[in-house]
């Protein structure tokens, strides 16, 4: 069995920046497709972004606009979303979600296909 164990969430103001990691535990993920989804309360879950297994094809939220990057370090079994420039409606809980093995350039923006999710980290900006 894996396991996803999120860190760096906290409280700042509009503006500043926090970087979310996820660390995996129990199985390898790297041939797994991987993202981050966040629930504000009284919201669905809704995806952030998106990656492949070897990270070359990423997807983004129309939100995002250019603030938040994700990446991975396969090596590091690690998981990483890079938020910048961060607003008021960002707030939510974020979790770290793993997907189906072995799926090479697949990459997928539904919670229906991921089988492996954290805790959550919350991130609250103030304004």
């Known amino acids: 069995q894996g396991q996803l164990v999120e860190s760096g969430g906290g409280t700042v103001q509009a503006g500043d920046s926090l ?7 129990g199985r390898t993920f790297s041939s797994a ?3 981050w989804f966040r629930q504000a309360p009284g919201k669905e879950r809704e995806v952030v972004a998106a990656l492949s297994a070897s990270g070359a094809y990423i997807q983004y939220a129309d939100f995002v606009q250019g603030r938040f990057t994700i990446s991975r370090d396969n090596a590091k079994n690690t998981l990483y979303l890079q938020m910048n420039s ?3 409606e960002d707030t939510a809980v974020y979790y770290c979600a793993a997907g189906a093995f072995s799926s090479g350039s ?3 923006t539904r919670r229906s296909e991921y089988a492996y999710w ?3 980290t ?3 900006v103030s304004s």
């Open 86 to 88: 961060l607003k008021p």
């Open 33 to 35: 497709y991987m993202g």
């Open 106 to 108: 697949r990459v997928s």
């Open 19 to 25: 970087r979310l990691s996820c660390a995996a535990s």
């Open 118 to 120: 954290g805790q959550g």
């Open 122 to 124: 919350q991130v609250t």
